[in-house]
């Protein structure tokens, strides 16, 4: 067991855990931030996809050690129904979900994508949501929705 | 005066009270037995009930899924929710708002025809009278039977069904908030994994517990109950830890190996069957001037392969055990629960909280039988069980592998006139209320013994579930092989036998279409007289800008399929464009659905696109992989499914869906069009078929060097 210093959505943090804690049982049963998901404990599905420090990361093969001191963000603090980011309203307003399980972690892989990249393709954003499962078939509509948060952050929605 | 016919759901749960309630000023609460699995049976249902009931949709809290607190029905599969349950909801709100309306007549001196309700208040010639449902409750007794007499409304006066709704769910998933059985936490809960019977009727020889407690880096327990082995313990991390090298410390006796070849599926046509013909029995000798004619088609094993493990949560408290599920079938799964534990059914609640997209019975009553088990040995203490990826993958029910043999009588213009569907296939339903089949029963003392297998009855059948073709033949016939014997556990899976009867069916005909020299459209509507089939054909035939004649073997084709799911839901047609080199890329798909009135045409859309995505998984990617020691694909490199980049441009179109005729089930309908499209188009670009699923690479270039 050890204390270590995070930044969580804005938040700093001290969490005292082992070292080798997945840093997706921090966030969900230390922080009791739910929204990243288990999908597999194999950093096969990105259900667990958190911003690390800005980048996309798989949450639930990230040893706690390994993101001491750094930046995360998880969905939770992408946005709030009464302040939603551009990213959430466009999946709502496109009704891009069925089940929704994925959509936690498909959301940060677009927030990821979409700071480094205003303007995506289509074959761009498929791309960097290929580490990312769904298994309803809402990737038509998530393709969709990302373009239109696109468009909504370039006509000034940014936060 | 004539008693009308209850729908079947409406019959079996008469008390309008089990439906509808008014128990605060401002507030509704409507009660469905469906359960949300992501297909947006919520949304569906409250607008079916805003629109009876004219109660603004916000107002009204929906109950779903409680053996406490809902109607018992069954389970939620195969495309009936709106279909069946829908329609019994509607008339259940229909009859509630005109008791009201008879009650305010009758006791306030109103002419009853001028009476309607405005979002909860009632009006009489389009004046507020002062009541309302509420403030009139206490005096409309709806502890009463439904009758089914007052008319439901006519869809020249829906404000609400037929209308785009906003799914009710979906903000939760989006803003990370908690939406899931995953996501629940109980006070003092404990968490558990099971280390899991290898095979069924493996015995635990040694369990080296010292091992188990050397690899816990905190407090860990190890339960056992005959051969169910748990670990449990406060902390997830510490508990998933230990399970993750568990197998390696437990030996068991009694695993017997299966044999790996049987991965894929013409094993079966070896196998002892229980046999079954439906329709006229196939002709003694051969019709003069006709030619028969017969290819086979297979498809492996299929996983659920949801994207997260199944999760349960039970607590056993003051003799009452309430267990919390994702399973489609509270009431089953509560019966299958009273027989494993030898409680009451009666002692036993079981609730219903959303999970990921199941699309049919995998590992969530499994999940929740084991924590049951454990909570039930644990009095006061919540248990949670969440399943591993590689348990979910190696232990849930998977679907069938199948060998189809599609033959035919052709007369001197190549059109059939004698068709058979011949069906080799293990057991497409094994769900837990027939008759156990939940893993931690089996694994308890005293086991149940092995559900025997059947076949259900046709229509809507089960392997032969769309195996009769809806086209105008003057004789058709099943012939079924239902194989008792299957080396993994097999269940329901979306579509069942549909998805590769509909393959088979509709890959002969494009094959019976070529040797004809006819173009796959035309051929089909000269031999389809169902109007409405006709349409949807057509519909996506122009929407797609299908060309007939268009050469074969350049690497570019098309495909076009059709089916009217279980010969009695929703019809579909659909349009498949792809790339062929080496593998095969998809690249559009185009569908024309007709599913008679549509309540909420988005979420209608939503599912039949899904269905379109998920069926070209199985057509291009899925297929369950077998060692000796059971399933072998345990992640998603070993069992690989469609990406994001790998999604083609999708199109659906749904044809006349504010009509009179009744709602027919969606969820299902695009599936089986979908890979037969698939199948279709890919024989186009290469100028060779492919028979067996999935259309992998190895496959495609196998025929190239055939051809």
């Known amino acids: ?159 | 005066m004539n008693t009308p016919t209850l729908p079947p759901l409406l019959a079996s749960n008469p008390r309008l009270d089990r439906w509808v309630g008014f128990p605060a000023p401002g507030r509704v609460t409507v009660s469905t037995g469906r359960v949300e699995i992501g297909q947006g049976v919520l949304t569906a249902m409250l607008q079916i009930a805003a629109e009876e009931l004219d109660v603004a949709p916000e107002h009204i809290l929906l109950q779903t899924g409680d053996t406490d607190l809902t109607p018992n029905e069954g389970y939620t599969a195969g495309s009936q929710s709106i279909q069946f349950g829908g329609v019994a909801l509607r008339m259940a709100c229909a009859e509630v708002r005109a008791l009201f309306l008879d009650h305010a007549a009758a006791s306030h001196g109103y002419s009853r025809p001028e009476l309607a309700v405005r979002d909860g208040a009632i009006t009489h010639r389009g004046e507020a009278t002062g009541h309302d449902y509420w403030s009139l409750a206490s005096a409309v007794d709806l502890r009463r039977d439904a009758t089914g007499r007052p008319p439901t409304k006519s869809v020249h006066d829906y404000s609400v069904v037929g209308r785009n709704a906003p799914r009710v769910d979906l903000a939760a998933k989006v803003f990370g908030g908690q939406a899931f059985i995953h996501d629940m936490v109980l006070d003092g809960m404990v968490h558990a994994r099971v280390v899991r019977q290898p095979r069924r009727g493996a015995v635990i020889a040694s369990v080296d517990e010292a091992a188990l407690h050397r690899a816990a880096k905190g407090p860990i327990e190890i339960v056992r109950h005959g051969d169910f082995l748990a670990i449990l313990g406060a902390d997830e991390t510490v508990v998933e830890a230990v399970a993750a090298v568990a197998p390696n410390h437990v030996a068991w006796d009694g695993v017997d190996p299966i044999n790996p070849f049987q991965e894929e599926a013409r094993w079966l046509l070896q196998q002892p069957s229980i046999d079954r013909t439906i329709g006229p029995p196939p002709p003694s000798e051969p019709t003069p001037g006709t030619t028969r004619l017969a290819t086979t088609y297979t498809r492996m094993h299929i996983a659920h392969a949801s994207v997260a493990p199944s999760c349960g949560l039970a607590q056993y408290r003051g003799g009452r055990l309430t267990v919390w599920t994702h399973s489609q079938g509270v009431y089953p799964l509560r019966d299958a629960l009273a027989r494993t534990l030898k409680l009451d059914p009666a002692a036993i609640s079981v609730k219903h909280v959303q999970g990921p997209g199941c699309y049919g019975h995998n590992g969530a009553d499994d999940a929740a039988a084991d924590a049951a088990v454990i909570a039930f040995h644990r009095p006061g203490t919540p248990v949670k069980v969440r399943w591993r990826r590689e348990e979910e993958f190696g232990f849930e029910p998977v679907s069938p592998a199948m060998v189809v043999t599609a033959q035919a009588a052709v007369d001197a213009a190549g059109s059939p006139v004698d068709w058979t569907t011949e069906i080799w296939s293990g057991r497409h339903s094994s769900r837990p209320g027939g008759g156990g089949n939940l893993l931690a029963a089996e694994a308890l003392p005293d086991p149940p013994p092995h559900p025997p297998a059947v076949e259900g009855g046709y229509p809507p059948g089960a392997g032969t579930r769309n195996a009769e073709p809806l086209y105008d033949f003057p004789a058709k016939r099943i012939v079924h092989h239902l194989i008792a014997e299957t080396p993994v556990r097999t269940s329901s899976l979306r579509g069942l036998g549909a998805t590769l009867n509909v393959f088979a069916i509709e890959s002969f005909m494009d094959e019976l279409a070529e040797r004809a020299g006819r173009d796959p459209v035309a051929c089909r509507l000269s031999v389809l007289s169902d109007a409405r089939a006709r349409a949807v054909v057509e519909h996506v035939a122009r929407i797609s800008g299908w060309q007939a004649g268009l050469p074969s073997g350049t690497g570019h084709g098309r495909g076009i399929a059709f089916a009217r799911y279980k010969n009695m839901a929703a019809y579909a047609a659909v349009v498949a464009e792809v790339a062929v080199d080496e593998s095969v890329r998809l690249v559009r798909v185009w569908c024309a659905a007709d599913a008679g009135l549509v309540i909420n045409p988005d979420g209608a859309i939503n599912q039949l696109e899904g269905g379109i995505i998920h069926g070209a998984s199985w057509a291009l990617k899925e297929g369950v992989r077998l060692d000796t020691g059971g399933i072998s694909s345990r992640d998603w490199e070993s069992y690989p499914v469609l990406r994001f980049s790998e999604v083609p441009e999708v199109t659906v179109e749904l044809v006349d869906p504010m009509t009179d005729r009744p709602c027919l089930g969606v969820g299902e309908a695009a599936g089986g069009p979908t890979v037969a499209a698939i199948g279709n188009a890919v024989a186009h670009a290469l100028g060779a078929r492919l028979r067996d699923l999935p259309l992998t690479r190895e496959r495609v270039m196998a025929a190239l060097l055939r051809a």
Request: with cysteine.
């Open chain 1, 1 to 159: 067991m050890q204390s270590t210093p995070l930044i969580v959505n804005g938040n700093a943090v001290t969490v005292t855990a082992d070292a080798d804690t997945p840093l997706l049982d921090i966030l969900r049963n230390h922080l009791g931030l739910m929204g990243t998901k288990f999908g597999c404990g194999q950093e096969q599905c990105g259900c667990c996809m958190v911003l690390v420090d800005g980048r996309p990361e798989k949450s639930c093969g990230k040893a706690l050690s390994t993101v001491a001191g750094k930046v995360i963000t998880t969905i939770e603090g992408l946005g709030t129904q009464d302040r939603p980011h551009p990213l959430q309203q466009a999946f709502l307003d496109e009704q891009a979900g069925q089940c929704g399980y994925c959509l936690s972690g498909i959301l940060i892989s677009a927030k990821a994508l979409l700071d480094r990249n205003p303007a995506p393709s289509r074959a761009e954003i498929a791309e960097a949501l290929d580490d990312n499962i769904c298994r309803c078939g809402s990737h038509v509509r998530i393709l969709r929705a990302v373009e239109h948060a696109a468009r909504l952050l370039r006509e000034g929605g940014a936060r």
